[in-house]
């Protein structure tokens, strides 16, 4: 305890800085809360690797076509690393039962958003490539932008358990984060800097289609989470949650 002797002190594995036991309650809320955010980071990581790395590997192998160039690929991961350290202080729900990992739910709902995003991809390289009939520089700059604003908005539908608009909503420093690389993907692309411009039209149609897919990965999650709750006896996924605040800055 914190008002234990010196020598107490330097025989114990741990030992409490504050009085009393609630410093060991806030550990465990805040490691729990750690747990979540690892698991939406987890799913949201894989899903984005299969949704980018299968369109594109499937791209050049059926249709013999690269749908980005080298520099978009670099951008895109540029533009992924703001919102994915935004995770850090997301809001997430307080968990009664002890945090643990459930590697089969976390593989197969990765899975499914990562199908889904490639299912999304190609749809929209055939609008571009069929429907609108874009040159090959500005279809490259159309998919880079879908790739880029949809797979920000994953991060949304990998977050909560539940439908994305339901609580606990998302921290500010996440939700800003992801705003602004999405705006700034969109003056790249709009303002050609180092793409082939593409105009406002284009962006704002790439913007409601990515929206779109965004309900509608979030309601294949929704789906699957709570047939696989039923299914295995998971009831945390369940109940309704209460929410845990995400850190501060200056605590973190």
């Known amino acids: 305890m914190s008002s234990s002797t010196d020598a107490a002190r330097a025989a114990a594995d741990v030992f409490l800085l504050q009085p009393g036991l609630s410093v060991i309650a806030d550990a465990i809320k805040e ?21 980018v790395l299968f369109f594109i ?22 533009l992924n690393d703001a919102p994915i350290l935004a995770i850090a202080y997301d809001n997430v ?20 958003l990562g ?10 390289f055939y609008i571009g490539d069929v429907v609108l009939s874009l040159p090959t520089g500005e279809l490259q700059s159309f998919i880079f932008l ?15 358990p539940d439908n994305l ?8 420093v996440l939700f800003w984060s992801a705003v602004m690389t999405k705006v700034l993907a969109t003056l790249v692309v709009v303002f ?11 962006a704002g149609m790439i913007w409601a289609y990515a929206l779109i897919w965004m309900f509608i990965a979030d309601q294949v999650k929704v789906v699957f989470l709570r047939r696989y709750a039923i299914w295995s006896g998971d009831e945390i996924w369940l109940t309704p949650p209460v929410i845990m605040p995400a850190p501060t800055l200056i605590s973190l």
Do not use: D
């Not at 979540?36 to 949201?44: D, F, G, L």
């Not at 729900?93 to 499914?112: D, G, I, T």
């Not at 608009?165 to 500010?172: S, V």
């Open 31 to 51: 490691a729990r809360r750690i747990f979540q955010r690892m698991e939406s980071y987890v799913i949201y990581r894989i899903a984005e690797t299969i949704r």
């Open 57 to 78: 590997v499937l791209s050049i192998l059926i249709f013999n076509f690269y749908p980005i160039t080298a520099v978009m690929i670099v951008l895109l991961a540029l």
């Open 93 to 112: 729900r307080e968990m009664k039962e002890p945090a643990k990992w459930n590697l089969e739910r976390v593989m197969v709902l990765s899975l499914l």
């Open 115 to 124: 199908f889904v995003g490639v299912i999304s991809s190609f749809v929209i």
């Open 146 to 160: 879908k790739l880029a604003v949809a797979g920000h908005l994953t991060i949304f539908v990998t977050r909560v």
């Open 165 to 172: 608009w339901r609580r606990p909503y998302p921290g500010r």
């Open 192 to 202: 050609g800097v180092f793409v082939t411009p593409v105009g406002w039209k284009l």
